[in-house]
T-cell receptor, first 111, second 114 residues
Framework: QKEVEQNSGPLSVPEGAIASLNCTYS??????FFWYRQYSGKSPELIMF????GDKEDGRFTAQLNKASQYVSLLIRDSQPSDSATYLC???????????FGPGTRLSVLP | DTEVTQTPKHLVMGMTNKKSLKCEQH?????MYWYKQKAKKPPELMFV???????INESVPSRFSPECPNSSLLNLHLHALQPEDSALYLC?????????????FGPGTRLTVL
């Protein structure tokens, strides 16, 4: 059974702080990793993807991947109340297979 | 154009009705997906079309019937649904199926079955 795990939260951080969201996966052969943001009642929006070990930065967002530890994280710097949403981690277990979503982490950024 | 569109936005239907959900993309993507999402749960894969052929059917009941008329369009035909089928139905597309291809989601159709 391919599994993706996330802390369900809620994770509360004050405005301006760094929010750290974590995701672990069970299939060591997983190839690609995606972070989606989903506001309540809306559809998931892709914010980052990462394929290689290390860090990938895009604006206030940094994705970190450690394949040896089967761990991927998303850091949000200078968190804003508008970042309050559920963050879904999605993993492609093996090339040619389809996404396995984690349960999502609910983030609340407090003004 | 980097958008996936879905119609209708909201749908209320009785258990004896027949209705269809529509999804469209003009990004030249060759893989399209239907997901079902219940409240506070992640999206759950239902069907995958790759190059207009059904690639994956995740043991979805036959009251859900997908159709891919062409590479830009994806339909989901609904018949004799149950109240527990009420959910947000999401369409997504990607360049190819699986692999290193990110999926882009449409806004979803909120379905209520009475």
């Amino acid at each position: 059974q391919k599994e993706v795990e996330q802390n369900s939260g809620p994770l509360s951080v004050p405005e301006g702080a760094i929010a750290s969201l974590n995701c672990t996966y069970s299939d060591r052969g997983s190839q690609s990793f995606f972070w989606y943001r989903q506001y309540s009642g809306k559809s998931p929006e892709l914010i980052m993807f990462i394929y290689s070990n290390g860090d990938k930065e895009d604006g206030r967002f940094t994705a970190q991947l450690n394949k040896a530890s089967q761990y991927v994280s998303l850091l949000i710097r200078d968190s804003q109340p508008s970042d309050s949403a559920t963050y879904l981690c999605a993993v492609n277990p093996v090339y040619g297979q389809n996404f396995v979503f984690g349960p999502g982490t609910r983030l609340s950024v407090l003004p | 154009d980097t958008e996936v569109t879905q119609t209708p936005k909201h749908l209320v239907m009785g258990m004896t009705n027949k209705k269809s959900l529509k999804c469209e993309q003009h990004m030249g993507h060759r893989a399209m997906y239907w997901y079902k999402q219940k409240a506070k749960k992640p999206p759950e894969l239902m069907f995958v079309y790759s190059y207009e052929k059904l690639s994956i059917n995740e043991s979805v009941p036959s009251r859900f019937s997908p159709e891919c008329p062409n590479s830009s369009l994806l339909n989901l035909h609904l018949h004799a649904l149950q109240p527990e089928d009420s959910a947000l139905y999401l369409c997504a597309s990607s360049t190819r199926e699986g692999g290193l291809n990110e999926q882009f989601f449409g806004p979803g159709t909120r379905l209520t079955v009475l």
